[in-house]
């Protein structure tokens, strides 16, 4: 068996993204104050925010890092589409308060990174991407349901993620995006062989409701996965 050099999984990596694949990175910048240890919570919603300052989503990790900020959120999606998490998802952070149907203790906090012009907030296109494939991943480890992804607005009433807030068909297009259907069985045109051979070999397997996940993100763990299976293929 060959041996997988850093510069062959580059090229791999590289391939896979100009056929549109996203890799998702989330790098790791816990807080040590903002947050309620948790070991049995139930995960039923997610909800998401936008920062409302300029700052990227290490900045932002650092922020909240190791002084009493008396708020939090899981995870932030930088302008590039970098994804930094602040707080464990077993764990509580202190986004959306405490209402009976939606809270902290509920739900996972995700914020997007922002940036102004003439007076009016907006997330960059690489910011949404990113935050997209990031919710379905999540709705997919805690089997969360479209419906309950919602804004920081629909649970208090703050103008939270103003973007999406001010402009309602924004945030419809956010939900259309994070659907998840049958239609992620279907390969586009170009992968169609590839598929059905890396099913047939036993590469690709489904979840168990036999999803296969074809427009989903992957991560640099699948990526690894995918290639100790095939490398394991025998002759």
């Not at 900045?59 to 970098?82: D, I, L, M, T, W």
């Not at 297009?173 to 099913?199: C, G, H, L």
Request: proline fraction near 2%; glycine fraction near 6%; aromatic fraction near 10%.
């Amino acid at each position: 068996m060959p041996k997988l050099g850093c510069s062959l999984l580059c090229v791999i990596w590289q391939l896979l993204r100009q056929k549109g694949v996203f890799f998702m990175v989330i790098n790791k910048l816990l807080t040590t104050v903002n947050y309620k240890k948790s070991s049995s919570r139930k995960i039923k919603y997610i909800v998401v925010h936008y920062v409302g300052a300029t700052g990227g989503a290490e900045a932002n990790c650092k922020f909240f890092r190791s002084v009493y900020r008396g708020r939090s959120a899981h995870y932030f999606v930088g302008h590039q589409g970098e994804i930094w998490q602040s707080v464990e998802d077993k764990d509580i952070a202190w986004h959306c308060g405490s209402s009976e149907k939606i809270n902290n203790t509920n739900s996972i906090g995700v914020e997007m990174c922002c940036k102004k012009k003439d007076g009016k907030w907006y997330f960059e296109e690489e910011t949404v991407t990113a935050t997209i494939e990031l919710v379905k991943r999540l709705m997919v480890e805690y089997g969360i349901s479209k419906e309950n992804v919602v804004r920081h607005y629909d649970v208090t009433g703050k103008v939270c993620p103003e973007p999406y807030v001010r402009d309602v068909s924004a945030w419809n297009k956010f939900k259309e995006r994070i659907n998840m259907s049958k239609a992620d069985n279907t390969p586009n045109q170009y992968a169609k062989e590839s598929v059905n051979w890396a099913i047939n070999n036993g590469i690709l397997k489904g979840d168990e409701n036999g999803n296969y996940r074809l427009h989903s993100a992957i991560t640099r763990q699948d990526v690894l996965v995918f290639l100790h299976r095939a490398l394991s293929i025998k002759k």
